[in-house]
């Protein structure tokens, strides 16, 4: 199993476009999340999902975008990037009481 | 709302010493999940140990053990012979459940753990 995986690793944007941080997983869980990392602020929640066709709101939405077309794939889009949205971005899936987390995306928005 | 603190920014432990890290939570629910997570430079989360909240028996985990204290929402973890791939952010975490919705983490700011040779 490759676990968790998140695309790009790295990424910078200019302020005001869009992009979409990519996540997998093969493990067949159903719960999957977004968190966002900044320093001194340890990691946030974004969104979250309980299973195919089924998203909600973390502790931190605004901004950004999630669906869940398939198990295995947990999409974030920016729809217009500001420059608040710079941090370190991770994805996890969960199955019971663990978490398995992606290696994570740096965005720097200029 | 549940928070978790973590009033250690940063420390410092001499290999193969003892270090504790410390964690305070703030809930209203019975049954939850504490965790620690490490997260070294490589940024990957790591999971280093868990306690269910209905259990009285400290978790322990090879070097690595947990103080749960349930009535003072205390929940600090003990690295016994701490080695130089210990030196790590360390996040103490929370987990509860709302209305159906699972597995949600609640994550304190972190503590930064150096060793020192």
């Known amino acids: 199993n490759a676990g968790v995986t998140q695309t790009p690793k790295f990424q910078v944007l200019k302020t005001g476009q869009s992009m979409t941080l990519q996540c997998a997983q093969d493990m067949n869980h159903e719960y999957m999340s977004w968190y966002r990392q900044d320093p001194g602020m340890g990691l946030r929640l974004i969104h979250y999902s309980v299973g195919a066709g089924i998203t909600d709101q973390g502790e931190v939405p605004n901004g950004y975008n999630v669906s869940r077309s398939t198990t295995e794939d947990f999409p974030l889009r920016l729809l217009s990037a500001a420059p608040s949205q710079t941090s370190v971005y991770f994805c996890a899936s969960s199955y019971r009481n663990r978490q398995f987390f992606g290696p994570g995306t740096r965005l720097t928005v200029l | 709302a549940q928070t978790v603190t973590q009033s250690q920014p940063e420390m410092s432990v001499q290999e193969a010493e003892t270090v504790t890290l410390s964690c305070t939570y703030d809930?209203?629910?019975?049954?939850?999940?504490l965790f620690w997570y490490k997260q070294p430079p490589s940024r990957q989360m790591i999971l280093v140990i868990r306690?269910?909240?209905?259990?009285?028996q400290n978790a322990t985990e090879n070097r690595f053990s947990v103080n749960f204290q349930k009535a003072a929402k205390s929940f600090s973890l003990k690295i016994s012979d701490s080695q130089l791939g210990d030196a790590a952010m360390y996040f103490c975490a929370y987990r509860y459940l709302i209305g159906g919705a699972t597995n949600k983490l609640i994550f304190g700011t972190g503590t930064l753990l150096a060793v020192q040779p």
């Open positions: 809930t209203s629910e019975s049954d939850y999940y």
């Open positions: 306690q269910e909240a209905y259990k009285q």
